[in-house]
Nanobody, 115 residues
């Protein structure tokens, strides 16, 4: 079993920045892909970005050039640096960890972009 916990959300003005963190913990597991998803009110959950075990990254078109995903393999932690935030980035951000062939979700962290 893998426990996934997100942190770093909050309220920020348009044009501002936030850094999200996702920490995975448990006993004897190997992480493959880690990903960030988000879900805005009334909308479906969507992929924001993912990073593979080989540090291959992929971004949704809506965040390219503004968001950067990274990971610290030794700490089983992933980050999402979000710059130039827009009101449409407002959502609950979820971390998904693929470990030993299974997907694990965190409970999410709220990001609100508003003046």
């Amino acid at each position: 079993q893998v426990l996934v916990v997100e942190s770093g959300g909050g309220l920020v003005q348009p044009g501002g920045s936030l850094r999200l963190s996702c920490a995975a913990s448990g006993s004897a597991f190997t992480i493959y892909t880690m990903a960030w998803y988000r879900q805005a009110p009334g909308k479906q959950r969507e992929l924001v970005a993912f990073i593979s075990s080989a540090d291959f990254t992929h971004y949704a078109d809506s965040v390219k050039g503004r968001f950067t995903i990274s990971r610290d393999t030794a700490k089983n932690t992933m980050y999402l640096q979000m710059n130039s935030l827009k009101p449409e980035d407002t959502a609950v951000y979820y971390c998904n960890v693929n470990a030993d062939g299974r997907g694990y979700w965190g409970l999410g962290t709220q990001v609100t972009v508003s003046s």
